[in-house]
């Protein structure tokens, strides 16, 4: 459960943001607020249009399963081919620690070939698996089905809006968005972006967010997603901090390799924990899917 907890975590960091209160704004002003916002995520969705790498640490820091903190560190690198058939690179690393004392590292690569994952605890040992171009297809598919994006394969939205615009257009349908009075954050000029959650949500829907409140800072320089926070009353529950970000970077291919020190490669068909899980999910997928649908591989 915490391995997951972690995983997810990580996973979720383009989808999070924080909150300051404000005073209500008056009519006119609620008026042009969605339009404002709309800029502010056409802006960085024009940014993400034209960016061919990208390279960006960060840190996280919440609470998970009855207020146990967890704290990561991680990597993400992307590269968007130039020619048709060159697609696009991905490689994502993260060390997370738990309050306990569990700590962890998952490192995982996605090419044209298909995907490599390490994942190594305390609690779990370390294992190198590698998922061919076949168990990705079918893994996209299910987690475009299922509308889920928590196992390899599945649409990565760090890869899809690296620079946050899907942070901003998600947490509009849960949060009154509106633009802050600030202006910059560490020097750096940029717009905030702040709201509470909104009235009337389904309280048994499992998407629901648990805060009650949000805050992003977006720099101008570069239309990027730098700082995000939920918060619950005064107490934040999870921040996002973006430490360093560098686009049109030269990646290599060596940037899109695993480390398993040592470790024997394999197939995810023979690690039977993973294969299971798998399994699993494809066959919900197919179940949902309707009558007659089944995953790419069996087509």
């Known amino acids: 459960m915490k391995r997951t907890a972690a995983t997810v975590l990580f996973t979720v960091v383009s989808l999070i943001g924080t909150a300051a209160a404000q005073k209500p704004a008056d009519d006119s002003a609620k008026a042009a607020q969605p339009d404002a916002i709309g800029k502010v995520v056409g802006a960085m969705q024009e940014a993400e249009k034209g960016l061919s790498s990208l390279r960006m640490t960060l840190r996280t820091k919440g609470h998970v399963q009855n207020g146990l903190q967890v704290e990561t560190t991680g990597e993400l690198r992307v590269l968007r081919g130039t020619q048709a058939d060159a697609g696009e690179r991905l490689y ?3 060390e997370y620690s738990f309050g306990d004392g569990l700590k962890g590292r998952q490192e995982t690569a996605r090419t044209a070939d298909g995907i490599v994952q390490l994942e190594q605890d305390s ?4 294992v190198l698996l590698r998922f061919d171009a076949a168990v990705v297809r079918d893994l996209e598919w299910a987690g475009g089905v299922l509308k889920r994006s928590d196992m390899p394969g599945m649409s990565d939205g ?13 947490l509009r349908r849960t949060f009154d968005l509106k633009i802050g009075a600030r202006k910059e954050r560490d020097g750096e000029a940029g717009t905030w972006i702040e709201g509470k959650r909104k009235q009337g949500l389904d309280e048994q829907d499992p998407d629901l967010p648990v805060a009650d409140r949000v805050e992003l800072f977006v720099r101008d320089a570069d239309h990027a997603l730098l700082s995000a926070r939920y918060f619950v009353g005064d107490d934040v529950v999870q921040e996002i901090t973006i430490e360093k970000l560098e686009l049109g970077v030269e990646l290599g291919d060596d940037a899109f390799v695993v480390d398993g020190g040592g470790l024997e490669l394999r197939d995810v ?3 039977t924990p993973m294969w299971e899980q798998i399994e699993q999910v494809l066959e919900k997928a197919e179940s949902k899917a309707g009558e007659g649908v089944v995953r790419p591989s069996k087509r």
Do not use: K
């Open 123 to 126: 609690a779990f040992g370390a």
């Open 269 to 271: 068909r023979s690690y």
């Open 92 to 94: 994502v690393r993260l």
């Open 158 to 170: 760090r890869a899809q809006s690296p620079l946050g615009s899907g942070t901003v257009r998600d």
